[in-house]
């Protein structure tokens, strides 16, 4: 196992010393493809005006999204000095919203210490905004599942976003959801979201104990504790309401029945929030702390609650290349359903980990993580539909994690340590795509392509 690591490494140097040839590549012409803006331009074109005071934020190119929603936005505001790292996170946060191929900057001389910003973007075609698109994803212990989503990212141009999804896994289940997120609720810096979601087990495993109905109406509501755009402060808190049909195996007759229970759950957590973007950070630092209570409406008794932390700190090396460490920690306590005892390993946990029967109420993940950008962004031209954006970038990981029963565990549980190489595709279309090859205990390799992540 450690020449897959001493090999992982090298891959992934090799392709760090290559990155800049890889990226001429794929610029293959101007009729079919063209650079992004990038900061190393935008920021010499711009450099003369740092210090001047910004008299005023002009936006230009925009036909759907609202000018107000862009400089909202942005940290920097008229009547301050032109910063460059005020405007470089600009860049990156205004870049990664998800409504823009392009976006760049320009400055106006306003007389002697004076200056105006010309805020320019190219939105992403509708046909990536607003229309559904299949979805497929592939976990080594799931397999393969499939379905259907549909999405307004920029809905009535003001950030808002309202979807739906279905998914299946073959004749096992079938899961979906539609939500509506406000990132700004009635024009305040409030964030606001409901999600309704919906499960089914459409196959019957015998003597497990495992979830076979379950819906769950969720409204979300985000309150900055800070002013600053650049190093947030937020309190959110959740509340949901639960119907969940479920298989158990009970002290009351130790033998396994369907039981039906209401739940309402309620949430509250804190966290700090510096990144340069939500999307797929090259800066910054998240931190949150929170919990989760389950309380019983109807049904079996079974009140429990989730504790979670998390810290992600991203820390740039180069212009290309950043280095991540993340530390996620979730406690279980009370009553919690066997299902819900956690587990190790999956596309975004410890990846490259297979072990199904290892469980546990409490459970601590540690990741590193080196990034870099192999290409992009680059703009690709369609007929009829427009230009949209793609950017390619490479990872190598290790990932260290332990399940224990209590917390007092720590330090005597065993830990376990994979590897990986992958690559992270950022477009329209899904946002983020993983792809990855990871290993380590047992010597398996696990390929897997999905979207999500905890970082």
Known sequence: MRRFFVVILLVFIAVSSHASDTSSLFNIGASSASRDYDWSSINRSVSPGYGDVVDTVLVEGNRHTKSFVITREMATKPGSPLSEDLLRRDYSYLKWMGFFSKVGFEIQKDGKGHCKLIVRVIERPDLFMKYPYPIVNYDFKKGVSYGVNWKIKNFRGVGEEIGASFLQRRDIEEWGSAYWTVPWFFANRIRFSFQMNFYKRIEFPQLIEYIREREYPTISIGIPLSRSLVKQIWLRSILAWERRVSMQRLEIDNSFRFYT??????????????????????????????????????????????????????????????????????????????????????SSDLRGYVNADLKGDTKFLQTFQLKTRLFGPIILRLPAIGEFDATLNAVAFIDNGALMDCVSDIVSSQYYTTGGIGLELLSPLRDRVRFELAGGEGGNLIFSVTSSSRF
């Open 261 to 346: 229970q209401q739940f309402i759950r309620s949430g509250i957590s804190a966290y700090y929030d510096s990144r340069d973007n939500g999307l797929s950070p090259w800066r910054g630092m998240l931190g949150m702390v929170g919990a989760d209570v389950y309380a019983t409406v109807r049904g079996v008794d079974q009140d429990y609650i989730f504790y979670y932390m998390k810290y992600d700190l991203f820390v740039p090396l180069s212009k290309r290349t950043t280095f991540m460490f993340a530390l996620d920690g979730i406690v279980n306590e009370g009553r919690v359903p066997y299902y819900f005892k956690m587990g190790l390993g999956g």
